[in-house]
């Protein structure tokens, strides 16, 4: 909900009446205008309030809607633009705000490999488990259908890709697995 309304073009808070300007999302909208609660329409103010509640929003001493957490915006942020961020990839002070969000229940930690649209994309590719109009490689080679030349060219650099990504980020969890255990080291030697 609350990446809906803050950064989706299709939040009714992505339009001020006052300002006259259109942007793309809440987030554009707050971060380039000075705007009071009163600046909003009646039928905005549940959103803009239960945004402020939550405090995912706060009012100013000077009255103004602002950002009370440039940290917290910034990972909502990105998981509505890219659905996932990686927890060991994100400084120190990002990843208490993450642990935040998840004591909340607003976001969910998984320790996996590939990420959920990581898994779907691999899903696409590979099977009918979740698309059904995917090019389905697994059955096609198991179940040995006639496939031209140029259709076994195509899906092999389509498995060399999977492969290349698996092998990549199988690295990257072995470098942040070394970071942290790096990171852990120093607090033990900081005790």
């Known amino acids: ?36 609660i009163g600046d909003f329409a009646n039928y905005r103010l549940q959103e803009l309030n239960w945004l402020i509640e939550h405090g995912y929003l706060s009012v100013d001493d000077k009255g103004f809607i602002t950002f009370p957490d440039i940290q917290l915006t910034a990972i909502l942020r990105d998981l ?20 935040r969000l998840q004591a909340k229940g607003v976001v969910e930690l ?25 090019p389905d490689l697994r059955n096609k080679y198991l179940h040995i259908q006639p496939l031209s030349d140029d259709e076994h060219r195509t899906n092999y650099l389509i498995f060399l890709r999977l492969f290349i990504v698996a092998i990549i980020k199988i690295n990257d969890d072995f470098c942040i697995y070394e ?13």
């Open 110 to 134: 998984e320790s996996s490999l590939f990420s959920r649209p990581e898994q779907a994309y691999i899903n696409y590719l590979l099977n009918k488990a979740q698309f059904n109009n995917g």
């Open 179 to 191: 970071d942290v255990e790096k990171y852990v080291r120093m607090k033990k030697a900081g005790n």
């Open 1 to 36: 909900k609350v990446t809906f309304l803050l950064f989706s073009d299709q939040s009714r808070l992505a339009y001020n009446e006052k300002t006259k300007k259109t942007y793309e999302n809440c987030f554009e909208l707050i971060s380039n205008e000075k705007l009071e």
């Open 80 to 99: 509505w633009y890219s659905e996932v961020i990686s927890y060991w990839r994100c400084p120190a002070p990002k990843r208490l705000v993450i642990d």
